[in-house]
């Protein structure tokens, strides 16, 4: 299992959710005239679940401290430590 940091998810080779979001807005930018931006938002959304589906498949994760205290809190099922 290899541990990813969110830099290397978005930006590196194996899964580069940025590099793909790009090819995508290019091949398709003709069909989102009107609203560009929603597409970049929408398409980097769509990309980051892929990531997130090959990641699970190839039994990798994300670096521990890379989401934060909220998303460690929320997958501990929502109790916090230092309160209890």
Do not use: W
Request: include cysteine; glycine fraction near 10%.
């Amino acid at each position: 299992m290899a541990k990813y940091t969110i830099e290397e998810l978005f930006y590196g080779d194996k899964y580069g959710i940025m590099g793909e979001v790009v090819k995508q807005v290019f091949a398709r930018q003709k069909e989102f005239i009107a609203a560009p931006h929603t597409f970049r938002e929408l398409e980097l959304v769509r990309q980051t679940l892929i990531a997130v589906e090959k990641m699970k498949q190839n039994g990798d994760c994300i670096a521990e401290g890379e989401l934060g205290d909220a998303v460690a809190i929320a997958i501990s099922g929502g109790k916090d430590d230092k309160h209890n």
